[in-house]
């Protein structure tokens, strides 16, 4: 099959995607499927060959449409509900407790998920703090969910799940919290509305600036994506956006002390949590 975009044009363009989104592209796993989107994205503008479409890319999407289906195209989603689910445990039983202790009474505990991908995160923030009930009885908290992929963002906001993405939620906890519907379940009407999307590139300091100070910050299986110059730019971003004291999380194959020595590694219950 003859594909528009040739190997060396793949160089090319890895390096753009590399330099917008800290997403590394392999030659051997990423060609095809870079490859066929490039093929489909022409066909729809009009375009016979790469060199045009790469024009565009670079020079003719000033409100960034045709970089968003690019991203859109490229990221890896999978999520499910309760991931990894050792560490919504120690949030719940031993941060935000210790937080909820130390804090200011008059002000909310702030918790990102970063990336959140179609929200199965963040709701699992959620459906942990609110079946807990201590914390979420005396104080605000708030959970914001961010990801560079518009498509995930709108999911997440739908809140319809299939089979596959809660299959590791409690019977008695999905039965409380979800509506059945023919084809799968949709998030209960008291929690929909409870997480903050945006769409955000952790790479764009302006956009993560914006969302402000968090005590809690989320960031599982995306940093596996990256390499190490762009995993030390994320996770100094997330330092400066911690209040002291706030802690990050990462995924069961993402170690902090592999890319920064700035936090203070913690383990509680077999779970390794980074403090600021
Ligand atoms: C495998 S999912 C992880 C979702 C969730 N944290 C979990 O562990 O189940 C990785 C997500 O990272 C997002 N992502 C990749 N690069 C990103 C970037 N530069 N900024 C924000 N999100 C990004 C992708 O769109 C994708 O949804």
Request: glycine share 4%.
């Amino acid at each position: 099959m003859a594909y528009l975009l040739s190997k060396e044009d793949f160089l090319k363009i890895s390096e753009f995607v590399y330099r917008k989104s800290g997403i590394f592209l392999e030659q051997e796993k990423h060609f095809e499927k870079l490859a066929k989107f490039i093929d489909s994205r022409s066909r729809a503008l009009g375009f016979d060959s790469f060199r045009k479409y790469f024009f565009k890319l670079r020079f003719e999407d000033k409100n960034g449409d045709e970089l968003q289906e690019l991203m859109n195209a490229i990221t890896v989603n999978e999520t499910y509900f309760f991931r990894e689910k050792e560490q919504f445990e120690v949030l719940v039983n031993t941060i935000l407790p210790e937080l909820h202790k130390t804090l200011p009474a008059s002000r909310p505990i702030r918790i990102l998920s970063s990336p959140c991908s179609t929200g199965e995160e963040p709701y699992s923030i959620i459906l942990h703090i609110v079946e807990e009930g201590k914390v979420v009885e005396q104080r605000d908290i708030e959970v914001v969910g961010i990801d560079i992929d518009s498509t995930v963002i709108q999911k997440a906001k739908i809140a319809k799940y299939n089979d596959r993405s809660v299959h590791a939620i409690p019977k008695n906890i999905l039965s409380k919290w979800f509506d059945k519907k023919n084809l799968g379940y949709e998030l209960g009407k008291d929690l929909q509305g409870s997480v903050d999307f945006q769409v955000v590139n952790v790479f764009d300091k302006s956009q993560m600036r914006k969302l402000g100070k968090f005590d809690v910050i989320f960031s599982r299986n995306m940093l596996i994506y990256f390499d190490d110059a762009s995993r030390k730019e994320v996770a100094m971003t997330f330092y400066d956006m911690l209040n002291p004291g706030g802690y990050v999380l990462l995924g069961h194959a993402e170690y902090m002390s592999r890319i920064v020595s700035v936090f203070r590694a913690r383990k509680i219950e077999n779970t390794l949590i980074y403090q600021k």
